[in-house]
């Protein structure tokens, strides 16, 4: 449905994204995850028909749109856009506000419409409101609805719960996801939250400094991200000091490790091994002793901070029930099924 190869955009000769790819199937709701200023938006503006490519080229459903000598208008384009803001009209009611799009409709196709998308977003009730009579969420699917009315090939949304609590953003983002499943609409968004970004995506992309580190599930991200920038962006982690001891060892400051066939490391080889919250445990019986510096409170469970006996630090989620005083030195160890590691030398800064 979506193919973007080898694309780059630059704003007056200042290149903000560089040899870009990105595939999105029929169907499927892709995001791409990224600080501010990475790149993100102009990207969707690039697919949108709002910004020109200055190499590569942008296809939908296989017919380029953008690439060298050629550019689509954006209303030729069948891309539909959920801005930010929202961008509602003010004088407009809810059911005007989802129609302004099927001017060239029957009278009666638009009125189907109209029905049938105020049903799908839970909005029949509201038809008649206008939108500063609407909470933010409420607003949000009014937006979601306008965008999908004309049945477009493709779906934009910029940071469209940015506005948003956060406590409504993850609710909202699941609700979305159903509504876009339901029509079949192929999607893409961009964000800089992670749990929105979860909570959406079929398929994910951690962008940096205009360029994708990665593209795959989330899943594959969290698990098995491709770099160290990738991995702490994706989801909280540390970083342990290791070296490779053998065909399938790892030696770090918390004992050894079994890497496994996938290990493809030298013996001897510095490394460092990528630690999730959820893969340590406490074990009063370990002989490897650890120094609780801080302890936050998430609902769930406690996320510690801990400190080891050579002053490496790294973090442990743990039941609330564990509770354990700071400074006090306790017992820990790694539960790693499968070790994720990178070379020690390498690039740990997201820009």
Same mark, same amino acid.
Request: hydrophobic fraction near 40%; glycine fraction near 8%; proline fraction near 5%.
């Given at each position: 449905?979506?193919?973007?190869?080898?694309?780059?955009?630059?704003?007056?000769?200042?290149?903000?994204?560089?040899?870009?790819?990105?595939?999105?199937?029929?169907?499927?709701?892709?995001?791409?995850?990224?600080?501010?200023?990475?790149?993100?938006?102009?990207?969707?503006?690039?697919?949108?028909?709002?910004?020109?490519?200055?190499?590569?080229?942008?296809? *939908?459903?296989?017919?380029?749109?953008?690439? =060298?000598?050629?550019?689509? @208008?954006?209303?030729?384009?069948?891309?539909?856009?959920?801005?930010?803001?929202? @961008?509602?009209?003010?004088?407009?009611?809810?059911?005007?506000?989802?129609? !302004?799009?099927?001017?060239?409709?029957?009278?009666?196709?638009?009125?189907?419409?109209?029905? #049938?998308? &105020?049903?799908?977003?839970? &909005?029949?009730?509201?038809?008649?409101?206008?939108?500063?009579?609407?909470?933010?969420?409420?607003?949000?699917r009014v937006a979601l609805a306008?965008?999908? =009315? +004309?049945?477009?090939?493709?779906?934009?949304?910029?940071? +469209?719960?940015?506005?948003? %609590?956060?406590?409504?953003?993850?609710?909202?983002?699941?609700?979305?996801?159903?509504?876009?499943?339901?029509?079949?609409?192929?999607?893409?968004?961009?964000?800089? %939250?992670?749990? #929105? @970004?979860?909570?959406?995506?079929?398929k994910l992309g951690v962008m940096?400094s205009g360029r994708m580190l990665?593209?795959?599930?989330?899943?594959?991200?969290?698990?098995? +991200? %491709?770099?160290? *920038?990738? =991995?702490? !962006?994706?989801?909280?982690?540390?970083?342990?000091?290791?070296?490779?001891?053998?065909?399938?060892?790892?030696?770090? @400051?918390?004992?050894?490790?079994?890497?496994? %066939?996938?290990?493809?490391?030298? #013996?001897?080889?510095?490394?460092?091994?990528?630690?999730?919250?959820?893969?340590?445990? !406490?074990?009063?019986?370990?002989?490897?002793?650890?120094?609780?510096?801080?302890?936050?409170?998430?609902?769930?469970?406690?996320?510690?901070?801990?400190? &080891?006996?050579?002053?490496?630090?790294?973090?442990?989620?743990? +039941?609330?029930?564990?509770?354990?005083?700071?400074?006090?030195?306790?017992?820990?160890?790694?539960?790693?099924?499968?070790?994720?590691? !990178?070379? =020690?030398?390498?690039?740990?800064?997201?820009?």
């Open positions: 449905m979506l193919a973007l190869q080898q694309i780059s955009i630059a704003y007056q000769r200042q290149q903000v994204v560089k040899n870009f790819n990105l595939n999105l199937e029929a169907g499927e709701i892709g995001c791409l995850l990224g600080p501010s200023g990475c790149g993100k938006t102009s990207v969707l503006r690039a697919i949108a028909g709002f910004e020109p490519v200055q190499q590569g080229a942008i296809s *939908l459903h296989e017919r380029q749109v953008s690439g =060298a000598g050629r550019h689509l @208008a954006p209303e030729n384009r069948r891309v539909g856009m959920v801005f930010q803001d929202f @961008a509602l009209f003010p004088h407009l009611t809810v059911a005007e506000n989802i129609g !302004f799009g099927l001017s060239k409709w029957s009278s009666s196709e638009r009125q189907s419409r109209i029905a #049938e998308l &105020l049903e799908l977003v839970e &909005l029949t009730e509201y038809a008649q409101r206008y939108s500063h009579a609407l909470s933010g969420g409420q607003q949000q306008r965008a999908m =009315a +004309p049945r477009p090939d493709i779906l934009l949304l910029d940071e +469209p719960f940015s506005s948003l %609590d956060s406590e409504l953003r993850e609710s909202l983002a699941g609700q979305v996801r159903a509504i876009l499943k339901h029509e079949r609409i192929t999607a893409l968004m961009v964000t800089h %939250d992670r749990i #929105e @970004a979860f909570a959406m995506a079929d940096s990665q593209w795959g599930t989330p899943d594959q991200l969290y698990h098995f +991200p %491709d770099n160290k *920038l990738v =991995a702490d !962006f994706i989801g909280k982690c540390s970083f342990l000091s290791a070296s490779v001891t053998g065909p399938e060892s790892i030696q770090c @400051a918390l004992g050894s490790v079994s890497g496994g %066939d996938a290990l493809k490391a030298r #013996e001897g080889e510095k490394i460092e091994l990528m630690i999730r919250p959820h893969q340590v445990r !406490f074990n009063p019986d370990s002989p490897y002793r650890a120094r609780v510096c801080d302890r936050v409170f998430r609902g769930a469970d406690l996320l510690y901070l801990l400190e &080891l006996e050579n002053q490496e630090q790294l973090f442990c989620a743990a +039941p609330v029930q564990s509770h354990y005083a700071l400074d006090k030195w306790i017992g820990v160890e790694l539960n790693l099924a499968k070790p994720v590691w !990178f070379p =020690a030398d390498a690039d740990h800064e997201l820009t």
